[in-house]
């Protein structure tokens, strides 16, 4: 696009009305796998789907980073690896106090902004992470995480995973317990990973919006890892937003296939195209007001062709703007949306940060 560009314009528009805030990103599991944890040279040029230098140039303005471990971390040694996730979050914006803050509130992300800064929130990813404790679980919200996605790949104790094998029926009582406690916390409750009757379970008993923190949608790529239409219904009606993410093998169920064959083939092309397909669906269920963006960077190890790291959200806004979409409607996907869902909870999850005591133990 050249600055002439009306499309460029709608995208420049969008962008001066609310920030990029993207629901997912896997940089800090990144630093643990391959770097030590280290903070230091996180500047530009990495391997890595993420650096400094290309979230400006992507104009991410808030990122949910994932303080994630992976399902065989089990007990206390996932809660240890989920805090050390936190700490690596908390260094990194010590390191780089000009580039990142840390955020915990709609008015944080604001605050970033004017500042010129990343404004840099915590999701906690796989409820086998609190070791089935509600007392760490409030720990992580004095700490400042903001969402729990209830499964990762594995069901917890309390509730199925949309990528095993069915055990509970969607929650369990205890797995009710967390809802209820998620909400008192101000936490949102994260519904990626979980399967359809998880979902609807959660949605039967939340009195607070919730996310998908980075999903697509079944109807155009019938994975386990998507959000069937009936979902998408109820979402909208409970205030909630679905952030739609870059994965390939959830894009299309060409590449779905490839992915889990024997890959002997060249792997079948996706592209922004497919991206902005899986908007567009969710938008037309849900609505405008229920849309987002969660990328999945550093998550898997292939995404679509113009999407292939954090700096790639301009081309997309660029390709739903050939679309025909305004740039308030872009403005609501990007940032709009996700900062009222923050808004409408940052009264309960201040009052958790100031300790009120529970009833669940």
Known sequence: ??????LAAVVARALELAPVIDGHNDWAWVCREEREYSVEGLERGLATDTDIARLRAGRVGAQFWSVYVSDDHRDA?????TLEQIDWVYRLA??????FVIARSAADVEAARADDR?????GAEGARCLNDSPAVLRMFARLGVRYLTLTHVHNTSWADSGTDERVHGGLTRRGEEYIRELNRLGMLVDLSHVSPATAHAALDVTDSPVIFSHSCVTALADHPRNVPDDVLVRLAANGGVVMITFVPQFLTMDYSAWFNGAQDTPAPQVSIVHVADHIEHARRVAGIRHIGLGGDFDGTDEFPAG???????PALLAELARRGWSAEDLAALIGGNILRVLGATDAAFAAAGAGIPSLVR
């Open 77 to 81: 040694d996932a809660v240890q690896g």
């Open 94 to 99: 010590a390191r780089y106090p000009r580039e």
């Open 118 to 122: 990343v404004a840099s929130l915590l």
């Open 1 to 6: 696009m050249t600055p002439a560009d009306p």
């Open 307 to 313: 999407l292939e790291g954090v700096d790639g959200y």
